[in-house]
């Protein structure tokens, strides 16, 4: 009887351990969608399992052009384009985005283009976290925006 208790806790241990003893680990795809920029040091989008990560997003258009020189309300549209465009990608919506982190040189500038992300999210902000910061990847980028998004079941 004790033997028979220690396997079927063997088992059940085994079986709620996120299916990796039984092969069942969760499918990893990384990507670079049409309609994206198409970088080579990095992937703008990977999916795992139900779950989407974009990398920053920046005001460079699908053909690598900077969107908004200088002007803070352009690029924020610009990156809103870029992930609306990666979440389209995974027939998903900004209704399915969950968590954003957004990295701007001027909280001050960025917040006067808080009508620009409502019109995206349609007044359904998904967690946020936004930091200033010194300097961006290139010193014409204003702001960049990562994030996070769950598909339905």
Known sequence: MRQWLLGLFLVLYLLTWKGEA?????????????????PTAYTQLVRAGKTLYFSGQTAVNEKGELIGKGDMR?????????LKSLLASQGATFDHLVK?????????????AGDIRE????????????????????PDYLLEIEGIAVLEE
Do not use: C, W
């Open 22 to 38: 039984f092969g069942m680990l969760i499918q990893i795809e990384r990507m670079n969608p049409s309609g994206t920029t198409q």
């Open 74 to 82: 352009a690029q924020v549209r610009q990156v809103y384009e870029n």
């Open 100 to 112: 954003i982190t957004i990295y701007t040189l001027s909280i001050d500038e960025f917040r006067k």
């Open 119 to 138: 019109e995206y999210t349609g007044g359904k902000a998904p967690a946020s976290t936004l930091l200033q910061i010194d300097q961006l990847a290139s």
